[in-house]
Structures are given as C-alpha cells and as structure tokens.
C-alpha cells in the first residue's frame, strides 16, 4: 500500500494533508473501454463481440461486462443495459428482443468483477458503437406456396381414391361369386325339368 498526501501553500501556509493514509492501487482500478466491437446478425440472433487492451492477463479472466443497446434514432437514456454474467468478450442478442427493419447501436464497457476480493474497480468509459439490423426471415413465394399445398392436398386425395376404387372391385368381385351360384342353378334346374317333360311327351 502507499501513503498520499497532499501539500501545497493553504491561506498563507504551507501544510500537509494526508488524502490516503493507506492507499492500495489494485483497489482503485479504472481501465481502458472495450475496443473493436463489432456485430453480426442473423435471423435468430445478433451476435456482438469485442476485445480488450492495456489489460493484464490476471486481470482479463475477473472482467466483467455491461452491453448498452438501443434504436439507432433514440437517445441512450432509453437504451437496454445486459450485464453479462462472465468474463466472455461477446454476448448474443435474440432477434424476439429487436423490431424488424430497425437499425440498432450497441456500445460496451468493463470493470472487475464485483465477486473478486483482491482487486476493485470502477466501470471503464463505454467503448465505441457497433451498429446492427435483425436480418429478415426469408419469405416462401406464393407460387411455391400454392404448389406445396396442392401436394399436400393431391397426395392423400389421389391415395384414398385408389383404395376406395380397389376396396369397389374387390366387394363387386365378391359379390358376383356369392350371387353366381344361385342365379345360374334355377335356370339349369328348369332346364333339365323342360327336358324331361318333353322326353316323356314323346314316349307317349
């Protein structure tokens, strides 16, 4: 730790303030914003990533951050803040949370995280921005629309005619075996009867 005083000449005396009687930098820790920050959509999500500079390695893996993003053509008073929960220099927006057809900006910044004991720090100034727009899903054409569902349509009207036309022959085909034998039987019996009947007319 230090000791920081502050001397200077005071009313017309020269005296001695002791501003930090124990003063420990790695408690008073202010770092250089987030840099390079840049976005990439798609049409399930944006995803905005960044690097950091001037920051020792131990340091690197107890950051944490905060993304401010907002309507490019609204102030940042009304911006959306995420604090993110780890020290991952990136972050994923979910497209539900952006209007379509609307530019955003989104800028960052960091500080130690509020969890480590041996080091503090306040928020960095924010980082440039990075301005993005939710990439739109792409829309099906009518006529491939009106082709899908005609495929849809056709494919199991055209299969229950053919088994309607199958199960149709096959009662029909049934139909004639069962009624075939009883029509054809009294024609032939009448006809031998007829037969006999003139066999014996004869005789006579």
């Known amino acids: 730790g230090y000791r920081v005083s502050l001397q200077g000449n005071f009313f017309g ?25 840049q976005s990439n959509t798609t049409a399930s999500k944006c995803q905005i990533w960044w690097s950091v500079w ?8 107890i950051l944490q951050y ?4 907002k309507e490019s053509s609204m102030s940042w008073e009304v911006a959306l ?20 057809g609307i530019a955003y900006a989104a800028r960052v910044r960091c500080k130690v995280s509020e969890n480590e004991n041996s080091y503090h720090s306040q928020w960095s100034e924010w980082s440039q921005t990075t301005v993005f727009q939710r990439a739109d899903v792409p829309k099906i054409s009518e006529k491939i ?7 849809y349509v056709f494919i199991p009207l055209s299969f229950g005619t053919v088994l309607y036309l199958l199960w149709s ?13 009883a029509s054809t039987f009294p024609r032939q019996l009448l006809s031998f009867s007829h037969s006999i009947v003139c066999t014996m007319g004869i005789l006579r």
């Not at 250089?32 to 920050?37: E, K, R, S, T, Y």
Request: aromatic share 10%.
């Open 66 to 69: 905060e993304l401010q993003y």
């Open 81 to 100: 803040n995420k604090t993110l929960p780890n020290s991952l220099s990136q972050v994923e927006i979910e497209a539900t949370e952006l209007r379509g």
């Open 169 to 181: 022959c096959k009662f029909s085909s049934r139909s004639r075996q069962k009624a075939s034998p």
């Open 13 to 37: 005396r020269n005296d001695t303030y002791v501003t930090f009687p124990e003063y420990s930098p790695r408690k008073h820790i202010k770092l250089d914003p987030p840099m390079n920050i």
């Open 145 to 151: 629309l009106n082709t899908k569902t005609m495929q």
């Open 54 to 61: 001037n920051v020792p390695w131990y340091l690197r893996e």
